[in-house]
């Protein structure tokens, strides 16, 4: 028990230096001692392979030795990755760490007792150089699968502290033990630490992989089909740029290590000088690196992203490259060099590094990580090796070409990066989809014989959904090939087939298809008849008396719709419309209609009459059209308000406006409003300016809007989403989405969103501090044991108000992303926002990543704790600290609650507040009654009624 308060102290330390949450010390602890006891190996070994290879072979063998490790890791890593295609991951690793003690026990004793030495020390070098990235890079793979993707940008600067730390202690260690028992002994030495790490990575394995993970990792071992990891970094992107970054900087480094030790070699000709020089600066690199990873790592990846982060180390070394170019016999030039290349290889780089594999599948990760840790690390010191043995020094070339050199990498190193930043996205995007991207290819206008001869078939022996996607298809590009198979089309069987197929005829002028078409003009189907009719009416004067007999037809029905026909044709030609009479029929028909007794003729016919003047043009008409505007009739309303929008005329607009407010005719208003085109966005900006508007009227003007091309539509949407009704606000932003994405050439204020995003952040912040208080609240009511009904209805009245502040954090939530939208790229946004809506917890956290990595770092500082909230199942007080909210009083939370926007909350308060004992809310009521809106003040009252009388009856008591 005493151990206790240190415990909980310790945790705090390491949630408040480190940000290790609760349930995420174990987990990190063990995975931090895991690669210290690797790393400590590594650096009690390296060492002295390196001492004993050069005492006996000299520097003349290393580029030997370098080629040998080359074609081993070629060799190593394609073995391994059809060995983890076969068996799980972890049995791979536990072989790999026993099959390594082993080597080292082997080559221990072999050393010792002389055996063989030329053989083991060659072999002995090639196993170290391998066991150093292989064992590593089995360590970040499992740490990938240990921590999540927002684990992994809190802990992996955490967890790789003890890889510096590793490699800090294991080279003291061996500088110690080097003066007191012999360099062979030292192998069985690091056998010993090796060994300790096998029950540590069984511990990870057991306890911290989850089931669903580890049962993932098993099927995916026991698949039998083997793809090379050459291939499959061929086939992605994204592994193809990580792999040349890891080549491009292993160069880079080669080249950083041969100037800082070639400058100092020239600069400091004493021997034991210079060995100090690198035992100090070696050391203060080590000790720099470790603080930085533990103190910095964190910070600098959570701020700037992942992508960001990489350009650090390449950026840090360019700047000390030039300053070594200005100043190439200043030392400290050199140290400066080195210090960037060592401070930020093994800390900042190695984290982004290291998450940057994280979006690839880990099936696919698990078989080509280790080959790009290990084949492609090897191939690129390969490579540094050829370019320093033949280039540097058989041209004998100067340290100012060297630095050119190293700017010439630099440079590709940072263009990789740029380039692996899309990739990143993408691979988070498929990860959260869960589909591969489709590219949609555009469609040529012109078809092949092929397709041709595909589509005839599909119009001859297909059903009808396929032939009306082929008509609707061929209407664009017209071909006379398919006329042949048009003209029976005509006489399908389905009326919308006949309909279509009659409108693809319109396009070939030159074949004169009246034959076929002037009987449909009598098809029992209107949409036929129609189109049957403006076919005919195309054909032009050589039909004048077909159309003439039409007009004077027996079948009402023919006569009618003939009507329509003809108005529409003539619609801007008005000799034409003298030479038919067109006005003067369509008053005749108005008189014939008067004149029939059976209503559904009636209606049928003045129907068509409303379309005939809506297409007319003709003014002088347009007092029936208003008549019938105002008609009991339902249909003949609708029918005018579509025939309106045809005439754009002003004097309509009033009534089509007011129209917005009417369930049953808004859809057919607002198609009638669009009509009238740009416009129509002045006008309507005036009526929500207007104070007597009609509310239900002002709600649904975004619908009309977001359909407008122009930039009033964008100006006029950003005014309503500061409208006080949540609705109007939810519309417009809607609104605003639809012409963001649909006209990308409007322009959207950047500051204003941004704006924005902040004050709906701060509205989000707000609400989560109220839903806390409520919570609380409504958590003691229910603790009550045998509670009075009173307090039961309280408590359910609560119950009421919370899940309606539930609801306003998703309402929230989605206007935040919406407002994301307007400033990042819609589909990105959308992408993340689904995401965060899936129930799988893993893909919510990629949503959340990439989110991070996609927000700009001072915005990011803002909305991913918040959104980080979302995936909790309830809201903690560490929360609330770490969020560095507040928790309002009882009067502070229902103050907040009555200045929201939204109704419903207003009123759940004003019941809650009717039923509360607490007399002390009358005075806020009497003030909020003032500046309420009037569907509110019967709540009020009804609240301020029941206080009053609680009032009363405490000072009849008191009395």
Not at 13 to 35: C, P, S, V, W, Y
Not at 737 to 762: C, D, G, Q, T, Y
Not at 886 to 891: A, C, G, H, L, R
Request: proline share 3%.
């Amino acid at each position: 028990m005493s151990n206790l308060p240190f415990i909980r102290n310790f945790r705090l330390f390491l949630r408040k230096t480190f940000d290790i949450h609760e349930g995420e010390q174990r987990r990190a602890m063990l995975m931090q001692l895991n690669i210290f006891l690797i790393i400590s190996t590594l650096l009690i070994v390296k060492p002295t392979v390196n001492g004993l290879f050069l005492s006996i072979f000299g520097v003349e063998q290393l580029p030997i030795a370098f080629l040998l490790v080359a074609v081993a890791a070629a060799i190593v890593s394609g073995f391994y990755s059809r060995l983890v295609s076969r068996i799980p991951l972890k049995r791979a690793m536990i072989s790999t760490l026993y099959g390594s003690v082993v080597c080292l026990i082997v080559f221990g004793l072999f050393l010792h007792f002389d055996i063989w030495v030329s053989l083991t020390l060659y072999l002995f070098y090639i196993f170290v150089a391998i066991f150093a990235l292989l064992t590593t890079s089995q360590f970040w793979v499992l740490a990938n699968i240990v921590f999540n993707a927002r684990e992994a940008k809190r802990l992996f600067g955490f967890i790789g502290a003890g890889a510096i730390a590793g490699g800090i202690f294991g080279g003291y260690l061996t500088s110690i033990l080097a003066q007191v028992v012999s360099s062979e002994i030292l192998p069985l030495v690091a056998a010993v630490f090796l060994f300790i790490c096998i029950p540590v990575t069984n511990s990870i394995w057991r306890k911290e992989v989850m089931p669903d993970k580890l049962d993932e990792h098993e099927k995916q071992s026991r698949s039998k089909r083997f793809t090379h990891p050459f291939v499959q970094i061929k086939q992605s992107k994204h592994l193809t740029y990580i792999s040349a970054i890891v080549g491009v900087s292993v160069i880079v480094a080669k080249f950083v290590d041969y100037q800082f030790g070639g400058i100092a070699a020239s600069l400091i000709p004493d021997r034991d000088e210079l060995t100090a020089f690198f035992g100090f600066w070696f050391s203060t690199f080590s000790v720099i690196s470790l603080l930085m990873q533990l103190f910095v790592t964190r910070r600098v990846v959570t701020f700037f992203g992942v992508v960001y982060t990489l350009f650090f180390l390449p950026l840090s070394i360019l700047l000390a490259t030039i300053l070594l170019t200005i100043m190439p016999e200043l030392l400290m030039a050199a140290v400066f060099l080195k210090m960037a290349d060592g401070g930020l290889k093994q800390s900042v780089n190695k984290a982004a590094m290291e998450l940057l594999i994280l979006p690839i599948p880990q099936v696919v990760k698990n078989r080509t990580k280790t080959f790009i840790d290990v084949f492609v690390d090897s191939l690129a010191a390969g490579i540094s090796g050829l370019i320093l043995l033949f280039l540097v020094q058989g041209l004998n070339l100067s340290a100012l070409s060297i630095n050119a050199i190293i700017i010439f990498f630099i440079g590709i190193w940072l263009y990789l990066i740029y380039k692996v930043r899309r990739e990143y996205f993408d691979s988070f995007r498929k990860k959260i989809v869960n589909v591969k991207k489709k590219r949609r290819k555009a469609r040529t206008t012109i078809l092949e014989a092929e397709e041709i001869a595909g589509m005839k078939k599909a119009l001859k022996e297909g059903d009808e959904h396929q032939i009306m996607h082929i008509l609707q298809m061929i209407k664009k590009t017209p071909n006379d090939l398919f006329l042949e198979v048009l003209k029976p089309l005509v006489y399908h069987n389905s009326e919308e087939v006949r309909a279509e197929a009659i409108r693809n005829l319109y396009q070939y002028p030159r074949h004169n298809c009246s034959y076929l078409i002037s009987p449909l003009s009598s098809d029992s189907s209107y949409i036929v008849k129609m189109a049957a009719l403006d076919y005919l009416l195309k054909l032009g004067s050589e039909e004048q008396a077909l159309v003439q007999s039409y007009i004077h037809h027996p079948n009402y029905k023919v006569r009618f719709a003939t009507l329509v026909s003809l108005a529409r044709e003539l619609s801007k030609d008005h000799r034409s419309k003298s030479i038919y009479g067109l006005e003067q029929l369509i008053v005749q028909a108005l008189e014939e209609v008067k004149q029939m007794d059976i209503r559904e003729q009636q209606e049928y016919c003045t129907i068509r009459i409303i379309a005939a003047i809506g297409c007319s043009g003709l003014k002088t008409l347009y007092d029936y059209l208003a008549s019938f505007l105002q008609s009991e009739n339902h249909n003949l309303v609708i029918e005018s308000i579509k025939a309106v929008g045809f005439t754009r005329h002003p004097r309509f607009l009033d009534d089509l406006i007011i129209m917005l407010a009417h369930d049953t005719l808004r859809d057919h208003a607002r198609n009638a409003l669009l009509q009238y085109g740009k416009g129509i966005v002045g006008i309507l900006a005036k009526t929500a300016e207007n104070a007597d508007a009609n509310f239900n009227v002002i709600r649904y003007i975004p619908s009309v809007v977001k359909q407008v091309d122009s930039q009033r539509s964008v100006d006029l949407l950003f005014k309503l989403f500061d409208y006080p009704d949540f609705m109007v606000r939810r519309e417009a932003l809607r609104g605003l989405n639809l012409l963001h994405n649909s006209f990308p050439h409007l322009a959207f204020n950047k500051k204003s969103v941004l704006h924005r995003i902040l004050n709906e952040a701060k509205m989000f912040q707000e609400s989560l501090s109220v839903l806390y208080a409520e919570s609380r609240l409504y958590l003691k009511e229910q603790k009550v044991g045998s509670k009075p009904a009173e307090l039961d209805e309280i408590t359910k009245a609560r119950a009421v108000l919370i899940r309606l502040l539930e609801r306003r954090l998703d309402r929230n939530l989605e206007r935040i992303f919406r407002l994301l939208g307007l400033k990042y790229t819609s589909e990105d946004i959308v992408t993340i926002y689904k995401g965060l809506q899936n129930k799988n917890r893993d893909l919510r956290l990629n949503a959340i990543e990439f989110l991070d990595n996609l927000l700009e770092p001072g915005l990011k500082k803002i909305l991913i704790p918040i959104i980080e909230t979302t995936m909790m199942e309830t809201i903690s007080r560490d929360t609330m600290n770490s969020l560095k909210l507040e928790v309002p009083s009882e009067i502070e939370c229902l103050r907040i609650l009555l200045n929201s926007h939204d109704f419903k909350i207003k009123q759940a308060v004003l019941f809650l507040i009717s039923m509360l004992p607490n007399v002390e809310y009358i005075p806020l009521l009497e003030k909020y009654r003032n500046e309420c809106i009037d569907r509110l003040i019967p709540f009020v009252d009804q609240a301020l009624v029941s206080l009053r009388e609680r009032k009363e009856e405490i000072i009849s008591v008191n009395q």
